[in-house]
């Protein structure tokens, strides 16, 4: 068995960028493996011409309710570890991963495997990267459609806090990642959600998708919310009963608060930014109308309701 070990774009200004590798003019395909997207391509529903997916799509909590026979779609691996022959068996058209380390695609490549390579680093890129796969998949008037649903989404977002609180100032917020001290700079798609969302970006100044920081410094920061990702292995608990962080507004007050635990590489940034609002302006939107928004969005992209705030 070959085994491959892969070594570790404000909406409209927000909605611009390009991805790492943007694999232009591929043709389509009526083979392709989803390493990474699967949540895009989910809302286009070309699944008769998937043929493999990650072994992480395998536990995907929105496949899951999608595909009842999503275990029964061979897992040749992931963007981490390639089983190559199992691969191979699937005569693949095209397999799409991501493109973070290029001699990744060079080695599929060589194995005379057409990839996709996508790293989306903005809400711009991130529809990019949908319009790519509409491309490949031969269903772009479908990509087309999720992408204006998606930014008609994230405008109602915008709308919604520029109307109800037009004077009030913007939050000072991180988001920290899988360690406390290591949160977003000024790149990325978190990045773009914390503006979407109404809050003030306190990692602008790094330049970076994420970026280490000391304690002393994130003292100096004081932020007034704390956003932390959903699959770190602490949460706000952790933090209230640090005493490294009682000094930081966030924790004195309480504003400490762990997302879902769900990929911001997918149509569900529109559930983030909407839950991020709230959590940024307390009682500014009711519990009904974001599940009513958001029911309304699931309905349209993927022929059912929201599930509700995942954990």
Request: glycine share 8%; net charge neutral; charged share 20%.
């Amino acid at each position: 068995m070959m085994v491959l070990l892969l070594l570790g774009p404000q909406l409209t200004a927000a909605v611009a960028g390009s991805p790492a590798d943007t694999g232009d003019n591929l043709p389509p395909a009526r083979r392709v493996v989803l390493f990474e997207a699967y949540e895009l391509a989910a809302a286009l529903n070309a699944w008769d011409r998937i043929v493999g997916i990650s072994t992480y799509a395998q536990d995907n909590d929105l496949l899951r309710r999608l595909l009842p026979n999503l275990k029964d779609i061979p897992a040749p691996g992931s963007g981490f570890v390639v089983n190559v022959e199992a691969l191979l068996a699937l005569h693949t058209d095209l397999v799409v991963t991501w493109s973070r380390k290029p001699e990744m695609l060079e080695f599929l490549r060589r194995h005379g495997i057409t990839v996709l390579g996508v790293y989306p680093e903005s809400i711009a890129d991130l529809l990019q990267v949908l319009g790519q796969l509409g491309q490949v998949l031969d269903c772009e008037a479908r990509a087309q459609g999720v992408a204006g649903l998606i930014k008609d989404n994230l405008t109602a977002v915008q709308r919604c806090r520029q109307q109800r609180r037009p004077s009030a100032p913007a939050p000072r917020v991180v988001w920290l990642w899988g360690k406390p001290t290591t949160i977003s700079g000024n790149r990325g798609v978190v990045a773009d959600l914390i503006r979407v969302a109404g809050g003030r970006n306190l990692g602008s100044h790094l330049d970076g998708l994420n970026c280490n920081i000391s304690m002393e410094e994130m003292i100096a920061l004081n932020p007034e919310v704390v956003f932390i990702w959903g699959s770190a292995s602490y949460g706000p608990e952790d933090l209230y009963q640090d005493p490294k962080w009682q000094s930081i507004s966030a924790i004195k007050c309480q504003r400490g608060f762990k997302l879902p635990r769900q990929s911001t590489w997918s149509p569900r940034v529109v559930d983030l930014a909407w839950l991020m609002t709230s959590h940024l302006y307390p009682g500014m939107v009711k519990e009904e109308e974001i599940a009513a928004a958001l029911d309304s969005f699931y309905g349209a992209l993927f022929g059912i309701p929201w599930p509700g705030e995942a954990r």
